[in-house]
């Protein structure tokens, strides 16, 4: 069984160790460069980026993340986890990982009043997935080599790039596991 | 979420605004955060710097507004956009118990949650604001589980529990707490032949009672506040059972507000890890003077307000 690391610092983790006990996985709370021991792939869960950043610095979690990444594990970043994988942020200094060569706008598409919901055609699934975007940010360029697997009005919202996966969106909070699925089979290997 | 909420969705094609699952969406992105009481774009600053995860704007912490007296009302709009402009983090704003258009006018505003807060004067003695009408979701408080779930029906998309506000002093958190989680915890085992007679004990919605049964929690996220002044408070009402924080006069009225904002924010994170929040007790300065409860008259605690 693969064990899949949710990062724990601030956000809907919860929801996502819940899925990922739904595909079969084993989910463990990172909090600590300890709980990243051992551990197959990571999740960086949707919540505020700039708390989860300040805390990344405090407890010393970037490094040992980096060289996560560079053993190949696989990432997967929902919402405020997309905003830490880019590479490029619109108007902001602050801190991201940047493994994934694309240009992200915080809060892109507005404030609260402007979240919503939508189906998203997507298609590599057989049917449309049920998305929700809360003060979502906004993918407005990626990379060659970024595969683009969703869109919502000519923006990208589901990108895949080697080994790493990102939404802009909160598969963790619909009842559908077909990305968390996607993501256990196509990006982490034990 | 089966609650029997209806959202009032505005749909254009299929993309659906100001639904209940939107709402409650960002109430979950807050988990495990600390929202922050400021009062001006300076202090929202330094909240943020500091890790909030939102913060909420507001005229007077309720410190003083408990000091001052009067009648206390929705913050002037210019002083919320102010702080709008100034952080990147959710903003949300308090309105009277009861008073829709000071919601309508925060809404209007664009703020990212409304709290109708027992800390403002209330503006009606028997009623809520109808929440479902709004595009945006609100937070209110409660102090046991049939205020929670009244709160819910009338469409909150949070709830807090009340504790005493501005009084520095974590016992009213943690009885309302205990009272909410302990209250889950008996409706669990409950027969299903038990619920309606439950339902009409607690004056809650009988579809929401049902849901919480089978559930073991609210249908919504349930934070904390009311008197949380230390790392050592917000840990305590999380291994409770509360989600997040929200901490108001404790920070701002404290000797080293930066240095304690974010020992909040670590200790809401490790809140089951003593070793660090041990580490991030340490020299945190004078913190605010508390006032112990049995000092103050019935009509002076805020908590009673709210029907």
Request: glycine fraction near 10%.
């Amino acid at each position: 069984m693969k064990t899949i690391g949710v990062l724990s610092l601030q956000g809907d983790f919860q929801a996502h160790c819940d899925v990922v006990k739904k595909v079969g996985a084993i989910p463990v709370p990172v909090r600590t460069k300890r709980d990243l021991e051992g551990i197959d792939g990571l999740i960086l869960p949707g919540g505020e980026s700039t708390t989860m950043t300040k805390l990344l610095l405090s407890f010393d979690l970037i490094e040992p993340i980096r060289e996560m990444h560079a053993k190949g594990r696989g990432l997967l970043g929902t919402c405020a986890g997309s905003i830490l994988l880019a590479e490029n942020l619109v108007e902001s200094s602050q801190f991201r990982f940047g493994f994934i060569p694309m240009t992200v706008r915080r809060n892109g598409y507005g404030r609260q009043i402007q979240s919503f919901e939508t189906d998203l055609d997507i298609p590599i699934f057989s049917t449309s997935f049920h998305a929700v975007f809360i003060r979502a940010p906004k993918i407005l360029k990626c990379d060659t080599g970024v595969r683009i697997l969703g869109e919502y009005e000519g923006n990208p919202v589901f990108v895949h790039y080697n080994n790493l996966l990102a939404t802009t969106f909160h598969p963790e909070i619909t009842e559908d596991t077909r990305i968390h699925d996607y993501f256990l089979k196509n990006c982490v290997s034990t | 979420m089966s609650t029997e909420n209806k959202n009032n969705g505005h749909s254009e094609d299929n993309v659906l605004k100001g639904t209940f699952k939107v709402k409650v969406g960002l109430a979950e992105m807050l988990k495990g955060g600390v929202i922050m009481d400021v009062v001006n774009a300076e202090q929202a600053k330094i909240a943020e710097d500091a890790g909030a995860c939102a913060v909420m704007a507001l005229e007077r912490v309720p410190a003083d507004i408990r000091r001052d007296g009067g009648v206390s009302r929705m913050s002037d709009p210019e002083m919320i956009l102010q702080i709008m402009e100034t952080v990147t983090i959710p903003v949300m704003a308090k309105a009277r118990i009861g008073h829709f258009v000071e919601a309508q006018i925060l809404q209007s505003l664009g703020v990212d949650f409304i709290d109708e807060s027992e800390v403002l004067t209330p503006a009606d003695e028997s009623n809520h604001i109808y929440k479902q009408d709004f595009k945006v979701p609100f937070v209110c408080g409660a102090t046991n589980l049939g205020e929670a779930l009244r709160r819910i029906g009338e469409g909150a998309a949070m709830i807090r529990t009340k504790g005493e506000a501005g009084t520095g002093n974590v016992v009213e958190a943690v009885k309302h707490i205990r009272a909410i989680v302990g209250h889950l915890k008996k409706l669990s085992v409950m027969g299903e032949e038990e619920l309606m007679s439950e339902a009409k004990n607690l004056a809650a919605p009988y579809e929401l009672i049902r849901w919480a049964a089978r559930n073991g929690k609210l249908p919504v996220p349930n934070f904390s506040a009311g008197g949380i002044a230390t790392p050592a408070d917000a840990a305590l009402v999380m291994q409770l059972g509360a989600e997040a924080v929200f901490v108001g006069s404790g920070i701002f009225k404290s000797g080293n507000p930066a240095k304690r904002a974010e020992a909040i924010v670590k200790a809401a994170t490790h809140y089951r890890n003593p070793d660090v929040l041990a580490e991030v007790s340490k020299g945190l300065g004078q913190a605010m003077v508390g006032i112990n409860l049995d000092t103050l008259n019935a009509s002076e605690l805020l908590a009673n307000r709210g029907w």
